[in-house]
């Protein structure tokens, strides 16, 4: 297989890929406008700003169909919200840069920034932004377009694969100039970079910054389409000498300096590359030859109207549709190409790979997209998947650590996440029978990276679960059940290929998720090396030792691979629904410290992705009209065509993914099974043509908001009673027509014969559950002395197995000072529960009476005012606005509080309660341990 002759997101003056081309001349300096589309379209339905506010963190500016460049703007909004660039509730932009993450939960990218300004020059961010209003902003596929206040210019922009392409229209002015940031960044920071103003219309240079995943080189070409008057460099503030063209360092600005008449044009073409400044200006010739805007756009919107055309849906509801294609258009920003025109790329060893036959891509969010997003690739994208395996399995060659890829950006491995979900990916795209790619060499890989020891892995082949320890992030439940699901992918692979061995083995690793399955309360736990469970336990909270940004309500599910076999140990049909209604019916009171767990409905969370096929597991119960009952109930509350119509972060897609699956009626629970289990379709009719010219297509007869249960259903004519059906019955073309109605149809569905498959083979034989917990209350003897935030003991503080309240945390690196009166062992203070309110209850003699001793240690700031609590005895407050920072006077400090002759409350109890003070800036009191004892 030779590199393609094809370059994705190409403009050239050729009129086979120019669109309403108005030749390669340079502009006038003023260029007609931009054609409207229509609105009905699949792409004029396409809101770009979906997302952009509350926490989807998505950008709206240009880019094409997974193109390297996204030409956006970036606002001030910093931190977690920040992580786009972007967020909807700023009302300045600082400039326009050449790339942004989609809708993940880390900031990252945001190089080569340029802004227009007229006026006084100023080159710091706080300078030169502009304040706008969303009045005057436009985003569609391909484009956007903004007013900017201040300069009043009004700014245009568009992309190929590799480029962003500029519109400046100017006022009458003499003092116009185009302000080039080098230093400009989301979430990362100059290591070292470059400008050298080669004549006056091109700048090229570097910059090479650190943030997430590591150190990361992007170089530029830029060219405007009319020569500046003037320019200059500033470097760490400084102005350099006037005439100065070349400069290096950590914190470069350029300037250019234009005089415009009312209403002039000035164009900015970019390119950049990951290998060089010769690449990237391969790139910007290549993909950009001309002065063409217009033309350069048209062809940008023939790409996406080529790629959202692929699936036509209909519906009476126009916010539907928008909201549809808004989000189909947001399933295809990543993966991103990361390679230039020629084929090289900078690879995971940091070297530059040329002679490449595929085209490389990065901006896996793995964890996330082999769920909906990457299945979804393999219908609409067919061409780019066997690009997506070649991709991960170079940059496991490259990095030479026998670890397959789990979050790569830019040639780096962030490691962000958990599992190897590399396999999913791989081994759909095998399964499914996509060509292009080295099999066995990709099977070889992802062997090597599950049978390594890291990540808890070696504990997993030793136990057949990873151990939960106290404190720390170690995720012990979501890893084990995750590397089940991901080594059960393996061993299909194996399988087909013929390793036998290797599939017995890994289909076993597969059952591991039963090891955690504590049936005494019916969810998925930490267990200790000895076998014992992790306690105290509580489902709705938070255990960063056991779970990753979720609870055990949230993951007790994580058994794609078999779920009939977790119907059955979760006590049957019955119990298993109920277990279901339940999570979607409790409280929305999920115990945590992150913002990551939205999109609530009781204890599912939507917002992030391990709950994603939830709702479609009533159909392996014979339930199938709950799941169309909660399907539709998740996407009409969480989802519409507004910037804040996203339940959570996008993730790269996979928030849009699940959205697109559902509303078309239809879910892969099992991403790798080639099994699809039908919901309930929001849209009345949905076509997906595909690439061997079929087309399949979903028909929801009589639907409505009301008629929102399946009757009946008939596949290609004849009646279908199952309630599931295959990626070869798409493939091969044809109708799945869904009777619907406003009252479930219990029959359908029910029996065993129509429910969905279970992956494990027919006569696997499954190791015994592990031994239940017990529901007996543990009354400890006095002295009392008790160990907030550990499950371990620390000399003689042991943790109280009754507590259920709060969350626990720990900073096991932290150096204690406990030199306080009366202070414990240093590793009491490494560890704390805390919460907003929280209350610990000991049964005590009621007759006595008892000296109190709180413990308490700042591990996590040493600023003061931050964490300010009031901590109650028995009902009465015995510590208001106390700061462990002021007390101890510093951080990692033990501070130690007596309080003597507490007599129990009426019920024997010593009751204890923490809360966070009103007022106080983190709403987390804490405290580090107990100790009572008789007087």
């Given at each position: 297989?030779?590199?393609?002759?094809?370059?994705?997101?190409?403009?050239?003056?050729?009129?086979?890929?120019?669109?309403?081309?108005?030749?390669?001349?340079?502009?006038?300096?003023?260029?007609?406008?931009?054609?409207?589309?229509?609105?009905?379209?699949?792409?004029?339905?396409?809101?770009?700003?979906?997302?952009?506010?509350?926490?989807?963190?998505?950008?709206?500016?240009?880019?094409?169909?997974?193109?390297?460049?996204?030409?956006?703007?970036?606002?001030?909004?910093?931190?977690?919200?920040?992580?786009?660039?972007?967020?909807?509730?700023?009302?300045?932009?600082?400039?326009?840069?050449?790339?942004?993450?989609?809708?993940?939960?880390?900031?990252?990218?945001?190089?080569?920034?340029?802004?227009?300004?007229?006026?006084?020059?100023?080159?710091?961010?706080?300078?030169?932004?502009?304040?706008?209003?969303?009045?005057?902003?436009?985003?569609?596929?391909?484009?956007?377009?903004?007013?900017?206040?201040?300069?009043?210019?009004?700014?245009?922009?568009?992309?190929?694969?590799?480029?962003?392409?500029?519109?400046?229209?100017?006022?009458?002015?003499?003092?116009?100039?185009?302000?080039?940031?080098?230093?400009?960044?989301?979430?990362?920071?100059?290591?070292?970079?470059?400008?050298?103003?080669?004549?006056?219309?091109?700048?090229?240079?570097?910059?090479?910054?650190?943030?997430?995943?590591?150190?990361?080189?992007?170089?530029?070409?830029?060219?405007?389409?009319?020569?500046?008057?003037?320019?200059?460099?500033?470097?760490?503030?400084?102005?350099?000498?006037?005439?100065?063209?070349?400069?290096?360092?950590?914190?470069?600005?350029?300037?250019?300096?234009?005089?415009?008449?009312?209403?002039?044009?000035?164009?900015?073409?970019?390119?950049?590359?990951?290998?060089?400044?010769?690449?990237?200006?391969?790139?910007?010739?290549?993909?950009?030859?001309?002065?063409?805007?217009?033309?350069?756009?048209?062809?940008?919107?023939?790409?996406?109207?080529?790629?959202?055309?692929?699936?036509?849906?209909?519906?009476?509801?126009?916010?539907?549709?928008?909201?549809?294609?808004?989000?189909?258009?947001?399933?295809?920003?990543?993966?991103?190409?990361?390679?230039?025109?020629?084929?090289?790329?900078?690879?995971?060893?940091?070297?530059?790979?040329?002679?490449?036959?595929?085209?490389?891509?990065?901006?896996?969010?793995?964890?996330?997209?082999?769920?909906?997003?990457?299945?979804?690739?393999?219908?609409?994208?067919?061409?780019?998947?066997?690009?997506?395996?070649?991709?991960?399995?170079?940059?496991?060659?490259?990095?030479?650590?026998?670890?397959?890829?789990?979050?790569?950006?830019?040639?780096?491995?962030?490691?962000?996440?958990?599992?190897?979900?590399?396999?999913?990916?791989?081994?759909?795209?095998?399964?499914?029978?996509?060509?292009?790619?080295?099999?066995?060499?990709?099977?070889?890989?992802?062997?090597?990276?599950?049978?390594?020891?890291?990540?808890?892995?070696?504990?997993?082949?030793?136990?057949?679960?990873?151990?939960?320890?106290?404190?720390?992030?170690?995720?012990?439940?979501?890893?084990?059940?995750?590397?089940?699901?991901?080594?059960?992918?393996?061993?299909?692979?194996?399988?087909?290929?013929?390793?036998?061995?290797?599939?017995?083995?890994?289909?076993?690793?597969?059952?591991?998720?039963?090891?955690?399955?504590?049936?005494?309360?019916?969810?998925?736990?930490?267990?200790?090396?000895?076998?014992?469970?992790?306690?105290?336990?509580?489902?709705?909270?938070?255990?960063?030792?056991?779970?990753?940004?979720?609870?055990?309500?949230?993951?007790?599910?994580?058994?794609?691979?078999?779920v009939p076999g977790l119907v059955k140990i979760m006590g049957g049909d019955a119990p298993f629904v109920a277990k279901l209604e339940e999570m979607f019916n409790e409280?929305?009171?999920?115990?945590?410290?992150?913002?990551?767990?939205?999109?609530?409905?009781?204890?599912?969370?939507?917002?992030?992705?391990?709950?994603?096929?939830?709702?479609?597991?009533?159909?392996?119960?014979?339930?199938?009209?709950?799941?169309?009952?909660?399907?539709?109930?998740?996407?009409?509350?969480?989802?519409?065509?507004?910037?804040?119509?996203?339940?959570?972060?996008?993730?790269?897609?996979?928030?849009?993914?699940?959205?697109?699956?559902?509303?078309?009626?239809?879910?892969?629970?099992?991403?790798?099974?080639?099994?699809?289990?039908?919901?309930?379709?929001?849209?009345?009719?949905?076509?997906?043509?595909?690439?061997?010219?079929?087309?399949?297509?979903?028909?929801?007869?009589?639907?409505?908001?009301?008629?929102?249960?399946?009757?009946?259903?008939?596949?290609?004519?004849?009646?279908?009673?199952?309630?599931?059906?295959?990626?070869?019955?798409?493939?091969?073309?044809?109708?799945?027509?869904?009777?619907?109605?406003?009252?479930?149809?219990?029959?359908?569905?029910?029996?065993?014969?129509?429910?969905?498959?279970?992956?494990?083979?027919?006569?696997?034989?499954?190791?015994?559950?592990?031994?239940?917990?017990?529901?007996?209350?543990?009354?400890?003897?006095?002295?009392?002395?008790?160990?907030?935030?550990?499950?371990?003991?620390?000399?003689?503080?042991?943790?109280?197995?009754?507590?259920?309240?709060?969350?626990?945390?720990?900073?096991?690196?932290?150096?204690?000072?406990?030199?306080?009166?009366?202070?414990?062992?240093?590793?009491?203070?490494?560890?704390?529960?805390?919460?907003?309110?929280?209350?610990?209850?000991?049964?005590?003699?009621?007759?006595?009476?008892?000296?109190?001793?709180?413990?308490?240690?700042?591990?996590?700031?040493?600023?003061?005012?931050?964490?300010?609590?009031?901590?109650?005895?028995?009902?009465?407050?015995?510590?208001?606005?106390?700061?462990?920072?002021?007390?101890?006077?510093?951080?990692?400090?033990?501070?130690?509080?007596?309080?003597?002759?507490?007599?129990?409350?009426?019920?024997?109890?010593?009751?204890?309660?923490?809360?966070?003070?009103?007022?106080?800036?983190?709403?987390?009191?804490?405290?580090?341990?107990?100790?009572?004892?008789?007087?």
């Open positions: 297989m030779t590199l393609r002759s094809f370059i994705y997101g190409v403009a050239t003056c050729a009129p086979l890929l120019m669109v309403a081309s108005t030749g390669c001349a340079a502009p006038a300096g003023v260029i007609p406008p931009v054609k409207a589309l229509s609105p009905t379209s699949p792409i004029g339905s396409v809101n770009p700003l979906v997302g952009t506010a509350e926490h989807g963190h998505t950008y709206p500016g240009a880019t094409v169909p997974f193109g390297m460049v996204q030409v956006s703007p970036d606002t001030p909004l910093q931190g977690w919200d920040g992580s786009s660039g972007y967020h909807y509730s700023d009302n300045r932009i600082i400039g326009f840069s050449h790339s942004h993450l989609m809708g993940t939960g880390v900031g990252g990218l945001g190089d080569i920034l340029l802004m227009p300004t007229v006026g006084a020059l100023q080159l710091t961010e706080k300078g030169y932004s502009s304040s706008f209003s969303h009045q005057q902003e436009t985003a569609s596929p391909g484009y956007y377009s903004v007013y900017l206040q201040e300069p009043k210019v009004q700014a245009e922009l568009t992309a190929t694969a590799r480029c962003g392409f500029h519109k400046y229209t100017f006022p009458a002015t003499d003092t116009g100039h185009i302000v080039l940031d080098v230093a400009h960044g989301v979430g990362n920071s100059v290591i070292d970079s470059s400008v050298t103003i080669e004549n006056n219309t091109t700048i090229s240079g570097s910059r090479i910054s650190n943030g997430w995943g590591g150190p990361r080189a992007v170089y530029y070409v830029i060219q405007f389409s009319k020569p500046f008057e003037t320019s200059g460099i500033q470097r760490d503030g400084q102005m350099l000498g006037e005439g100065e063209k070349n400069a290096t360092g950590k914190a470069l600005q350029a300037y250019f300096n234009y005089k415009t008449t009312a209403g002039e044009t000035i164009l900015a073409k970019v390119g950049i590359s990951g290998t060089s400044v010769e690449g990237a200006r391969k790139n910007l010739t290549a993909e950009i030859p001309a002065w063409d805007f217009n033309g350069t756009l048209a062809a940008t919107r023939n790409q996406w109207s080529t790629l959202l055309d692929k699936v036509q849906v209909q519906t009476t509801d126009p916010k539907i549709r928008r909201t549809f294609y808004s989000n189909y258009y947001q399933s295809c920003l990543a993966p991103v190409l990361f390679n230039d025109v020629d084929g090289a790329y900078r690879g995971g060893d940091k070297q530059n790979h040329t002679g490449a036959t595929f085209q490389n891509y990065t901006t896996f969010s793995l964890w996330d997209t082999f769920r909906a997003q990457h299945p979804l690739m393999t219908m609409v994208q067919p061409n780019r998947v066997s690009d997506f395996v070649n991709s991960m399995v170079a940059l496991d060659r490259e990095r030479g650590k026998q670890e397959m890829p789990v979050w790569p950006l830019w040639g780096n491995e962030t490691g962000t996440m958990i599992g190897y979900h590399s396999a999913p990916v791989i081994v759909d795209a095998y399964l499914k029978g996509f060509k292009g790619f080295d099999p066995e060499a990709a099977f070889q890989a992802l062997k090597a990276t599950a049978l390594n020891e890291r990540n808890g892995q070696g504990e997993l082949a030793k136990y057949g679960y990873v151990i939960s320890t106290p404190g720390g992030q170690k995720q012990s439940v979501s890893r084990t059940l995750e590397f089940a699901f991901d080594d059960w992918c393996i061993a299909k692979m194996a399988e087909k290929l013929g390793h036998t061995e290797d599939a017995k083995l890994f289909m076993a690793r597969a059952a591991n998720y039963r090891n955690l399955f504590d049936s005494n309360v019916g969810f998925m736990r930490g267990r200790k090396a000895d076998g014992t469970w992790r306690s105290p336990f509580n489902p709705k909270q938070l255990v960063w030792a056991d779970y990753t940004e979720a609870n055990a309500w949230q993951y007790s599910w994580t058994v794609m691979q078999d409280k929305s009171d999920v115990i945590a410290n992150i913002p990551d767990i939205t999109g609530l409905i009781g204890q599912y969370a939507h917002g992030n992705e391990p709950v994603h096929h939830v709702a479609y597991m009533y159909n392996y119960a014979g339930m199938p009209s709950k799941t169309q009952e909660r399907v539709r109930q998740i996407m009409n509350t969480f989802y519409n065509d507004g910037p804040a119509g996203a339940p959570g972060n996008n993730d790269c897609g996979q928030m849009s993914a699940w959205y697109v699956f559902s509303s078309m009626g239809f879910y892969p629970v099992n991403p790798t099974e080639g099994v699809y289990v039908i919901g309930s379709p929001l849209v009345d009719r949905a076509a997906i043509r595909f690439d061997n010219g079929k087309t399949f297509t979903v028909v929801a007869q009589n639907n409505s908001a009301q008629n929102k249960y399946v009757q009946s259903a008939q596949l290609n004519g004849r009646p279908l009673t199952k309630t599931w059906f295959t990626h070869s019955d798409m493939l091969n073309g044809g109708e799945l027509r869904l009777v619907m109605g406003p009252t479930p149809n219990m029959k359908w569905g029910q029996d065993a014969a129509s429910r969905p498959p279970s992956g494990m083979p027919a006569n696997f034989q499954y190791a015994p559950l592990p031994a239940p917990s017990t529901n007996t209350r543990t009354v400890l003897q006095l002295p009392i002395r008790v160990v907030a935030g550990s499950d371990d003991a620390v000399g003689q503080f042991i943790p109280d197995p009754n507590m259920m309240d709060g969350s626990t945390n720990a900073n096991m690196d932290a150096q204690i000072d406990t030199s306080a009166p009366g202070a414990g062992p240093a590793n009491i203070y490494k560890s704390e529960r805390y919460g907003s309110d929280f209350a610990f209850t000991f049964p005590v003699p009621k007759t006595g009476r008892y000296l109190v001793r709180l413990h308490f240690a700042e591990i996590f700031g040493d600023v003061a005012g931050q964490r300010v609590q009031n901590i109650q005895i028995n009902g009465k407050t015995v510590l208001q606005n106390f700061d462990p920072i002021v007390a101890a006077g510093g951080e990692n400090k033990a501070v130690v509080k007596d309080f003597a002759d507490v007599a129990p409350d009426d019920k024997g109890n010593i009751v204890i309660r923490v809360m966070a003070a009103p007022g106080s800036p983190d709403q987390n009191a804490k405290i580090s341990g107990i100790e009572i004892s008789a007087q």
